[in-house]
């Protein structure tokens, strides 16, 4: 089974000032099609998880641009270039390596606002 | 505007069967571009993904839970279903179901992993 691992589990962030978070899997993502299925989503206080990135770098819709995705085989990425107050909540990794609808989470990390 | 509900009993006793329906509106679920999917979250705690239907009806189960989960699929009222069987405390959480879409466009596809989400429904376990 894949692990997926994200580091911090926690960080605290003053408005204006960058975020990263990380997402290490147990095994490499990259699927024999070439694409890497890595997601990011965010889950609000007392929301739905919403989706952010797709397939590593890919800003779904309506997502703000001072969020970005970066990464490759085990290592990934996501980064806030300028936190709002608005940023705040749970962000979650996860792997689909399948096309199949199989997957796995990571443990989620909590951003707050200093 | 793709809407998803989840509906079911919010208690269920220890070793019973939880049974939970997700109603998709403003979108049929048998599209082929369309995967439907349980994820839950216990109290306090991380998503953990349950498993996943196609409207065909091919299923995919997290390992870990495979051998008490059974989802299905009734297309002619837009809606799929999950059942967990054998409950203990440790399967009180929030349910989600979510939507995949394998989008294409311009001769390239995408996998949007559940970019819909239902707003979850809290299923306590307890006697």
């Known amino acids: 089974d894949i692990v997926m691992t994200q580091t911090p589990l926690s960080l605290s962030v003053t408005p204006g000032q960058p975020a990263s978070i990380s997402c290490k899997s147990s095994q490499s993502l990259l699927h024999s099609d070439g694409k890497t299925y890595l997601y990011w989503y965010l889950q609000k206080p007392g929301q739905s998880p919403q989706l952010l990135i797709y397939e590593v770098s890919s800003r779904f819709s309506g997502v703000p641009d001072r969020f970005s995705g970066s990464g490759s085989g085990t290592d990934f990425t996501l980064k806030i270039s300028r936190v709002e107050a608005e940023d705040v909540g749970v962000y979650y990794c996860?792997?689909?390596?399948?096309?199949?609808?199989?997957?796995?989470f990571g443990q989620g990390t909590k951003l707050e606002i200093k | 505007q793709l809407q998803l509900q989840e509906s079911g009993p919010g208690l269920v006793k220890p070793s019973e069967t939880l049974s939970l329906t997700c109603t998709v509106s403003?979108?049929?679920?048998?599209?082929?571009?369309?995967?439907w999917g349980w994820i839950r979250q216990p109290p306090g705690k991380g998503l953990e993904w349950i498993g996943s239907?196609?409207?065909?009806?091919?299923?995919y189960y997290n390992p870990s839970l495979k051998s008490r989960v059974t989802i299905s699929v009734d297309t002619s009222k837009n809606q799929f279903s999950l059942k967990l069987s054998s409950v203990t405390a440790a399967d009180t959480a929030v349910y989600y179901c979510a939507r995949r879409y394998d989008y294409c466009t311009g001769g390239v596809c995408y996998i949007w992993s559940f970019d819909y989400w239902g707003q979850g429904t809290l299923v306590t376990v307890s006697s």
């Open positions: 239907i196609y409207y065909s009806g091919s299923t």
């Open positions: 996860m792997q689909g390596i399948h096309l199949l609808p199989m997957y796995t």
């Open positions: 403003g979108g049929s679920i048998s599209s082929s571009s369309y995967y």
